[in-house]
């Protein structure tokens, strides 16, 4: 490898990209670094239709810009060069916020301030308007292994919805529960770099970026090769909130998964690559709790789900081979569906009780937002969890668990009571793009 090092770089650059045999080759490099190449496999892929092949260019030069930010990262030079295809200035636009936005936890994290760094180069001409497709009303629906995406799959199931169940990468987990929802599944294979590891282990910048805007520019080239006229991603409303203020700029951990960036993307997919591919969240208005709520009414996937980052590897016959019971998301998925499933089945489901854990306090207490900020997870607010705490210590079951009665006894009395009622954050409420015809499945329901 060359002696060339991410963070000494002066530019990155976007080479090309290319398709053949249904494999996309993405390819990048750092000034005149060796090349970074990327494989995104998408099996059994049909060559896209003639009628297709201009909106399919499209949306291969945006994964190809989308998916450069897991390298850009490494060294966050100033200088972007876009050497495989002219961009105009709404598609720089759009890049400019994914990565500053997309990278603000990672820049939090490293110390580095991104503001004016970023700055795709765009030419004044304007590309040819987007055209319809004629695809079929058919929605993929990106599957991640927890609640969220389940609730979504039945939303579209009690619908009448022609859809499929598709996950990027390998994951026995999640395999098992797209077989579950009894869908036609979809599996993408993704192949990063291996470059791009030996720059991690000499000390190139590292950290969080946005796998969500990867993932949705994947799956825009899915939808065109494979004839999907929807991609439903399960992101509720509580992604758009921030994790935290730091030196003026707001830090999203979910940035991707927020209703800012859905609406940019699904604009720039209307007007960039085709009319009548249709990008949305199907649980935007609803708050995680809402979500959890539906999702207890759906026990066929009690044994296969699980939200855990830590113990997110294996298949096995045990709750502790899908729950580590000390991250934030096991956390969270426990007290989130506490208030709406009996407490056998949540502790069959987790292996153990949580919430009757004394050395979880400190956990619970960021989710609460009580002496600390809300974690770098895929979490909800933290009034959602402080009305499910208020709602157990309500309740004969819960209320003497050692951390909803510390909740009762300590911190309760120093909120507002009126702010901790469950069935306010129940209310679907907020801008959404759910298509028409789904508005009253996810809508209409709560009711």
């Known amino acids: 490898m060359s002696g060339i090092r991410p963070v000494d770089a002066k530019a990155f650059r976007f080479l090309r990209r290319e398709f053949a045999d249904g494999v996309a080759t993405l390819v990048y490099a750092f000034d005149d670094g060796p090349e970074l190449v990327e494989r995104i496999v998408f099996p059994h892929a049909p060559l896209p239709a003639p009628e ?13 810009l989308v998916a450069g930010i897991s390298y850009y990262k490494a060294g966050v030079p100033t200088e972007i060069r876009v050497e495989s295809t002219p961009l105009d200035a709404s ?33 004044e001409a304007t590309k040819a308007p987007a ?36 996950w990027v990468g390998h994951s026995p987990l999640i395999e098992a529960c797209a077989a579950r929802t009894g869908l036609p599944m979809l599996n993408i294979g993704r192949e990063l ?68 960036f859905e609406r940019a993307l699904g604009e720039l997919l209307a ?17 995680e709790l809402a979500v959890a709520q539906r999702f207890a009414r759906a026990p066929r996937y009690d044994d296969v789900f699980s939200s855990c980052n830590r113990n997110f590897r294996i298949l096995g016959p045990k709750p502790a081979d899908r729950w580590c019971g000390q991250c934030p998301k096991c956390h969270f998925v426990f007290l989130a569906l506490a208030p709406f499933m009996p407490k056998p089945r949540l502790l069959s489901i987790f292996g153990r009780n949580l919430l009757d854990d004394e050395s979880l306090a400190a956990g619970f207490d960021a989710l609460l937002e ?29 209320r003497e668990d050692a951390l909803v009665a510390r909740f009762r006894d300590e911190i309760a009395p120093q909120l507002d009571a009126t702010a901790l009622a469950l069935e306010l954050q129940l209310v679907p409420a907020g801008d959404h793009r759910i298509p028409a015809p789904l508005v009253p499945f996810v809508i209409d ?3």
């Open 52 to 64: 297709r092949a201009s909106a399919f260019e499209a949306a291969l030069d945006l994964l190809h």
């Open 91 to 123: 598609t720089a636009a759009f890049l400019d916020a994914l990565y500053l936005h997309g990278l603000g936890e990672f820049a939090y994290h490293n110390r580095l301030d991104l503001r004016g760094r970023i700055r795709f180069p765009f030419a």
């Open 131 to 166: 055209q319809a497709l004629g695809l079929p009303q058919r929605t993929l629906v990106p599957i991640g292994g927890g609640k969220d995406s389940l609730v979504s799959v039945e939303i579209l199931k009690a619908s009448g919805a022609d859809a499929t169940a598709v």
């Open 193 to 260: 770099s291996p470059i791009l590891f030996e720059y991690n282990k000499a000390g190139a910048y590292n950290g969080h970026i946005p796998v969500t805007a990867i993932n949705s520019a994947i799956l825009v080239v899915a939808a065109i090769l494979h004839g999907h006229g929807a991609i439903a991603f399960s992101n509720e409303r509580s992604a758009s909130s921030a994790t935290l203020e730091y030196d003026g700029q707001q830090i999203n951990h979910q940035w991707s998964k927020g209703w800012a």
């Open 271 to 287: 007007s960039h690559v085709a009319t009548d591919l249709h990008y949305y969240s199907l649980l935007r208005p609803l708050s």
């Open 370 to 398: 009580y002496r600390d900020h809300k974690p770098f997870e895929c979490v909800g607010e933290g009034v959602e969890s402080r009305a499910a705490f208020a709602a157990l210590a309500a309740r004969a079951e819960w």
């Open 445 to 447: 329901a709560h009711r």
